[in-house]
C-alpha cells in the first residue's frame, strides 16, 4: 500500500482505506491484503470488489480508481467486469458465486456503513471548527 509514487487527496485515501476494510470484513481477510500484491484467488476477488465499491460507489474513472490502486486502470475494468457479471449471474440463478456476490453485497453495505460515518463526522468536525471560529459574546 505504501507506493509513494501514487499521489492521491487524503480523502481518496480515506475511501480507499474504508473499501479495504468494507471488503476484508465481508471476505475474512486482512485490509492490507487487499491493497497489497498477494494473489490468492480470496484476496484477488476481495481486491476486485474493492475495485468496483470505489469505481461504482464514487463514480470515479477506471484511471482514477487505478491511481487509487497503484494499478493500471486495464486491471481496474477487469476486476469491476468481474464483480458486475457475478451480481449479474446471483439475479438469474444460485449457482458457486453466489457466496462471492453475497460478500460483495456485504461489502457494499459495509462501504456505504462506513461512508455515512465519515461524512457526519467531518460535517461534524467542521462544525465544530465553525464553532470554535465565532467568539464568544
Request: glycine share 6%.
Amino acid at each position: 500500500m505504501k507506493n509513494e509514487s501514487r499521489c492521491i487527496s487524503r480523502v481518496d485515501e480515506d475511501y480507499l482505506k474504508m473499501a479495504a476494510q468494507a471488503v476484508a470484513l465481508a471476505f475474512e481477510v486482512d485490509a492490507e491484503d487487499v491493497l497489497g500484491r498477494k494473489r490468492p484467488e480470496p484476496l484477488v476477488l476481495a481486491r476486485q470488489t474493492a475495485y468496483w465499491l470505489i469505481k461504482r460507489g464514487m463514480s470515479y474513472s477506471f484511471s482514477h480508481t487505478g491511481r487509487m490502486f497503484d494499478r493500471d486502470h486495464g486491471g481496474i475494468m477487469h476486476g469491476v467486469k468481474k464483480v458486475e457479471e457475478v451480481l449479474e449471474m446471483d439475479l438469474t440463478s444460485r449457482n458457486q458465486n453466489g457466496s462471492w456476490a453475497a460478500r460483495v453485497k456485504e461489502s457494499r453495505a459495509n462501504f456505504i456503513r462506513f461512508h455515512e460515518t465519515y461524512v457526519e463526522s467531518d460535517v461534524h468536525h467542521a462544525m465544530k471548527e465553525a464553532g470554535d471560529a465565532i467568539p464568544a459574546s
